[in-house]
């Protein structure tokens, strides 16, 4: 690394059209935070916004708030100002319950909407929740099954037979950040006359997605990675305009109800897009998430991906120019254009080393059974971040400071 | 209204054993709040707990929070908090998702407990998302029926069948606040060979519940009402014990999984009550639950059961002294031992009567179509807001306040 190079990033910096936005940040000066694939950093909107919600609304004008403030809409406005960053028009998102919850009404969604098919296609490689869903959505449904790429077959375009009903596809892997071609793909399950579900967990908020030109018929996403929503801030639910009104999903409650307050004694689904409700909302959390997502107004998605695709590319580099020789195996895409805002590394001591590197500052996380894994969030990040991300990890290698017993300790949540 | 009454009604506040938890909540000193039942009162420390969360740990520990400040561990923490509340020995509740979402959990593991058997019973007069869920879950079931207490048959009781697997009760209903007995009923269920799921959010924090004792097999709650957990804070299931491991329930997601963190393909249900958790859950939302919680330890469930029918007694009288032969019809049970913690009045012109108390400065709330109700939370009103909530009333129907034109514009939130 010559003094040439860090002249030549600290200049990357200078010129970054998004360089403003890491001021709206809540960012601790002496840290690098490459996690906000698990956790996003909250704006100070979001924290300004969560403590009026806290302090007048609840607080102040109580049960009124419902009304006054706009608590019951949330989910539709939330959801549409997602829409604009996810490629979908109005009135066809909503934010709503969790990824996992909102996984199990697409697959019943589309399972209803093909009957006489019982084939729901996932991948082997996927976070695993998506796995777990579909193994509950075949138990309440007769003779369905689940079929896993890389497990039952090669890849999804060679699985699909005239028995998929639906496939259920994640737009970024969670662990090597594989992107997916959303177009090409739903296209294939169109032609094999299934429906595409799509999981953008580690896409929205990341780069562009085009759920409406790609013709996905439905898709979940998280709002507390990218978006910035808050822990476990509440999850959206897509279904394409076509499929609203026709599509059906067991979890009928009472936010679902085409008359929610008539209290009718039998269950009439909305015939929007609010049928993919069901219960009551955490409506702090989902306060926060709304302070969360004022910072994308005006924000270039093409700049975005830009960005993070020059982050990811500089940190490849820089990891793999110091780091030759010391147990390294990338393991995302090497390609930008196949790769989301991620960049994994296995290493054989991935716990350890993980450890180590948060003690020296830098933030990452650590996935089983050995990968080392960065998210690269281009809100906030710049590219002086990534220069010292890469030289922390050279120091913790070459000094092999991650054999500090102190490092093999390991935590319940990983 | 004698001054003796008066004096004798502010005696009743002084000599009351739980008049010192008032201070704890934050409550606009000009109004009368009775609207408990619907959104509960925020006390300070649930306000101060979320505030740390937001700054302290989403803000300062990022990621880090799961392990360090708890926040994975949450949903089993709260859950034997508020089984302490409602008669649970640890282990067997779990604070995650909302109710209906829960009940969709509950309905479907007893309907897999009693395989052969296809009726779930409930009541015509529940809240609506019981039945509206109890109507998607029938819809996942081949063969399975919804039969309504008031509806397809006279009384619970008298429709237990030997085809009945499940019968879904609220334990307080939401309109009346008739209270049912949880003890024999459940027998009754029971003897007929079917599984009792009770619903308690009307009850949780209102009055004393045995689930335990009474040997429910589910239930389910909410915990933004009697527990003041704030706007659609997280609801909570409780499986008994003797069906723990065995109970299955189809929305298994990673939260619920024996090993969330080895990142299998498989599900594997964990074989505790964590099995009824699913995905990721609102942290804010529930740090300020967990902050509400708080105010429960050392309170006395039995004065609180005192103290609630002392206010419910007395705004019954009340009412009916002041405002005889003013259109109001008492809805509630008059026997304190067949009411929870709640008084309805019926009334032709319900919706423009509680928009004029609402301006008088009593907070109560509409039930369609033509239903005042009052909630009475005992941890933080008096006799006296009693009484002035009595005057209020009658003042707005001797005067005919009601009529004034700005109180008959619906809005959308009832």
Redesign the interface.
């Known amino acids: 690394m010559t003094l040439f190079d860090r002249i030549e990033i600290e200049a990357m910096d200078a010129r970054d059209p998004l360089r403003g936005l890491r001021d709206a940040f809540?960012l601790?000066p002496d840290e690098v935070?490459l996690?906000g694939n698990?956790?996003g950093?909250?704006t100070h909107a979001a924290?300004a916004e969560?403590?009026r919600a806290?302090?007048d609304?609840?607080?102040?004008d109580?049960?009124?708030?419902?009304?006054k403030a706009g608590?019951?809409?949330l989910p539709v406005e939330l959801g549409d100002r997602i829409g604009r960053l996810i490629g979908a028009a109005p009135g066809q998102v909503v934010v709503s319950?969790?990824?996992?919850?909102n996984i199990?009404k697409a697959l019943?969604a589309a399972m209803a909407l093909r009957p006489g098919r019982r084939t729901i296609l996932a991948e082997?490689g996927s976070?695993?929740?998506d796995?777990?869903?579909a193994?509950?959505?075949v138990?309440?449904?007769?003779g369905a099954r689940l079929r896993?790429e890389g497990?039952d077959g090669p890849a999804i375009e060679q699985m699909l037979d005239g028995d998929v009903a639906a496939v259920l596809v994640n737009h970024v892997n969670y662990k090597t950040g594989a992107l997916r071609d959303m177009a090409a793909l739903t296209a294939r399950i169109h032609a094999a006359g299934a429906l595409a579900i799509w999981d953008l967990c580690h896409s929205a908020g990341a780069l562009p997605v085009e759920l409406d030109a790609a013709g996905a018929d439905f898709a979940v996403g998280?709002t507390?990675k990218y978006l910035n929503g808050?822990?476990?801030?509440?999850?959206f639910v897509y279904a394409a305009q076509r499929h609203l009104g026709q599509a059906?999903?067991?979890?009928?409650?009472?936010?679902?109800?085409a008359r929610p307050?008539?209290?009718?004694?039998?269950?009439e689904g909305d015939p929007g897009i609010r049928r993919f409700q069901?219960?009551?909302?955490?409506?702090?959390?989902?306060r926060?998430l709304q302070g969360a997502l004022a910072i994308w107004d005006g924000v270039d998605m093409a700049a975005l991906r830009a960005k993070s695709l020059a982050l990811t590319d500089l940190f490849i580099q820089q990891v793999e120019a110091r780091c030759a020789g010391l147990g390294l195996r990338l393991e995302s895409p090497r390609d930008g254009e196949q790769r989301g805002s991620q960049v994994a590394f296995g290493h054989d001591h991935a716990w350890q080393v993980m450890q180590a590197l948060?003690a020296g500052g830098v933030?990452g996380?650590f996935?089983?059974p050995a990968t080392l894994r960065f998210g690269f969030a281009p809100l906030y990040l710049r590219h002086m971040d990534v220069l010292r991300a890469a030289e922390t990890l050279e120091q913790v290698l070459k000094s092999e400071s991650w054999r500090d017993p102190r490092f093999a300790a390991r935590?319940?949540?990983?």
Do not use: K
């Open positions: 809540v601790a935070y996690d698990s956790l950093v909250p924290q969560l403590l806290a302090r609304e609840w607080g102040g109580l049960i009124r708030s419902w009304n608590w019951f809409d319950d969790t990824t996992s919850v199990y019943h082997g976070f695993p929740t796995l777990y869903i193994e509950g959505v138990s309440t449904l007769p896993l497990v998280c507390y808050g822990p476990g801030s509440p999850a059906r999903q067991p979890l009928s409650g009472w936010w679902g109800h307050f008539a209290f009718e004694t039998g269950y069901c219960g009551t909302q955490p409506i702090l959390s989902m926060a948060i933030i996380d996935r089983a935590s319940a949540v990983t």
